[in-house]
Antibody, heavy 120, light 106 residues
Framework: EVQLVESGGGLVKPGGSLRLSCAASGFAFSDYSMNWVRQAPGKGLEWVSSISSRSRYIYYADSVKGRFTISRDNTKNSLYLQLNSLRAEDTAVYYC?????????????WGQGTLVTVSS | DIQMTQSPSTLSASVGDRVTITCRASQSISSWLAWYQQRPGKAPKLLIYQASTLGSGVPSRFSGSGSATEFTLTIRSLQPEDFATYYCQQYKSLWTFGQGTKVEIK
């Protein structure tokens, strides 16, 4: 069974940092690209960042470029998102999601999310 | 950047109704379009990919159609568990979601 489990969320002050993790199981993690998608309270979905299976290709939304860093460790079946210079508008549930290397299947599995709250 | 626009934003319907949601892309995305369902407090679930291919385990009352810039998601006979928010997503050039359509009970 495919499982994605996020962790690392919490309350942080504006300007602070946080590192999110996503533990994957039930599939060949190193064969898949991975993504972070966020959802502010009561709002829609926003794609944040993507990393290819071997970390060769990395993409960011303009809203987080220069502040967030995506990475992965295929030996640990884990995905990460380093969040720096956090702002109130970064408050959201952060989901990790996978997609196949060809990108045909879109985001076919999602984790349950971890909440990041940026507030003083 | 490719923008995605869904309509309507909210839809009121009854169990058994046929429901259609529209998604428009700001430029052609061929068939690189997915639909997701999100129930309150839950993660999104993939319903349809490549505009019309049903995801794994998705009931056949869901269907998708369209290409280029105009797409539709149809629920043939609405069931109680279908009251949720639906999002389209383009994945031709990076990834962009529509703003969502909430299907609520009439």
């Amino acid at each position: 069974e495919v499982q994605l489990v996020e962790s690392g969320g919490g309350l942080v002050k504006p300007g602070g940092s946080l590192r999110l993790s996503c533990a994957a199981s039930g599939f060949a993690f190193s064969d898949y690209s991975m993504n972070w998608v966020r959802q502010a309270p009561g709002k829609g979905l926003e794609w944040v960042s993507s990393i290819s299976s071997r970390s060769r290709y990395i993409y960011y939304a303009d809203s987080v470029k220069g502040r967030f860093t995506i990475s992965r460790d295929n030996t640990k079946n884990s995905l990460y998102l380093q969040l720096n210079s956090l702002r109130a508008e970064d408050t959201a549930v952060y989901y990790c999601a996978r997609h196949d290397e060809l990108g045909i299947l879109a985001f076919d599995y999602w984790g349950q999310g971890t909440l990041v709250t940026v507030s003083s | 950047d490719i923008q995605m626009t869904q309509s309507p934003s909210t839809l009121s319907a009854s169990v058994g109704d046929r429901v259609t949601i529209t998604c428009r892309a700001s430029q052609s995305i061929s068939s690189w379009l997915a639909w997701y369902q999100q129930r309150p407090g839950k993660a999104p679930k993939l319903l349809i990919y490549q505009a019309s291919t049903l995801g794994s385990g998705v009931p056949s009352r869901f269907s998708g159609s369209g290409s280029a810039t105009e797409f539709t998601l149809t629920i043939r006979s609405l069931q109680p568990e279908d009251f949720a928010t639906y999002y389209c997503q383009q994945y031709k050039s990076l990834w962009t979601f529509g703003q969502g359509t909430k299907v609520e009970i009439k």
